[in-house]
């Protein structure tokens, strides 16, 4: 199997397990799986506290950006991972890219420079 395949794969994973629910605006999912080795044990909540505060920070803890915590959508071993409904995947995220990621994601900019290939 491919690159592109393998990460179709994780997509459509990804999809069935959001049960293809999405808010009117930007949607962030941070993978949480707690077994072992998963992206809980790499950091996963600090992540999720960062999205949170960053968004308070920003204002934007209005339901404008909804914020949600998944148990498993991909090859923890390069997690923490972070999904964006615009398409984005982002894995290796710590608490420190929180800032650069959002605000990349909301100003529409291209963010390819900082995704890791999660399929290779």
Known sequence: ?????????????????LGRRRSAGLELVVCTDDRKGGCA?????????????????????????????????????HGPHLYASSGEWHSRVSPDDVPGILQRLLQGEDLSPLLVDIAA
Not at 1 to 14: D, F, N, Q, V
Not at 65 to 76: D, I, K, S, T
């Open 1 to 17: 199997m491919g690159k592109s395949e393998k990460r179709e794969k994780y997509l459509k994973k990804l999809g069935k397990q």
């Open 41 to 77: 044990e790499r950091g996963a909540k600090h992540v999720l506290r960062a999205l949170r505060h960053e968004l308070a920070r920003l204002g934007l803890d209005d339901g404008s950006v909804c914020l949600r915590a998944c148990e498993h959508f991909g090859p923890c071993k």
